[in-house]
């Protein structure tokens, strides 16, 4: 069976340092998808970002940038100069080929970015 | 952009009454899944349904949770006889067709059975 651990619960930073959100995962499989989501406090689940277990190539999104470790398997995600907005719960999760696609989820890791 | 909506926002039940959430996926989208989400807990899977078919559920889909799409929008989930423990924010999720892309989810549903 899959599983996906956040072992951080909540982290709280000043606006404009950098965070980083751990996310570590387990599966015998060796074709996977791993994804992050955004909680906001308004409930939503809002996508940011999937990469498949072949693709270990770092991603960059302006602030938001992803390392992808299988070696580790370690899916880790950075906020570069933090903002209020970004204030949320992240889900990091994980789906694993040839199911009917059930996403796996982190208990999540609370940010609050405080001015 | 097209979206996953939901209705209605807020359900408040009383228990033992059967309730009907309600999501409309993005039109293109093939597969779609409930989840639930207790209050201060992760996300956990319900249910996946494709092909007019449930293709995986989990252990929390008893025998009281049943899914229909009714028609070539629709896609609900039906609690027949709700519990406190049913208490949760629910939501809807559809993705393209193949089953490893981004699933997309509605705002929610909570629900707050008394």
């Known amino acids: 069976a899959q599983k996906v651990t956040q072992a951080q619960t909540e982290i709280s930073v000043v606006e404009k340092e950098d965070v980083t959100l751990d996310c570590v995962y387990e599966t015998r499989d060796t074709t996977y998808y791993l994804f992050w989501y955004k909680q906001p406090p308004s409930g939503e689940l809002v996508f940011l970002i999937r990469?498949?277990?072949?693709?270990?190539q770092n991603e960059i999104s302006g602030r938001y940038s992803w390392n992808f470790q299988k070696s580790t398997s370690s899916f880790n995600f950075t906020i570069t100069a933090s903002q209020v907005v970004d204030s949320a719960v992240y889900f990091c999760?994980?789906?694993?080929?040839?199911?009917?696609?059930?996403?796996?989820f982190g208990t999540g890791t609370r940010l609050q970015v405080t001015l | 952009e097209p979206e996953v909506t939901q209705t209605p926002s807020h359900q408040v039940t009383q228990m033992g009454q059967e309730v009907i959430l309600r999501c409309v996926p993005i039109s293109n989208h093939l597969y779609f899944y409930w989840y639930r989400q207790i209050l201060g807990q992760k996300v956990e899977f319900l249910v996946s349904f494709y092909n007019n078919e449930i293709s995986e559920k989990s252990e929390i889909f008893d025998d009281q949770f049943s899914v229909e799409r009714p028609d070539g929008s629709n896609f609900t989930l039906k609690i027949r006889s709700t519990k406190l423990e049913d208490s949760a924010m629910y939501f809807c999720a559809s993705s393209d067709r193949q089953a490893n892309q981004p699933q997309h989810f509605g705002d929610g549903t909570r629900l707050s059975i008394l």
């Open positions: 990469r498949n277990s072949f693709d270990e």
């Open positions: 999760a994980l789906i694993i080929t040839g199911t009917a696609s059930k996403l796996t």
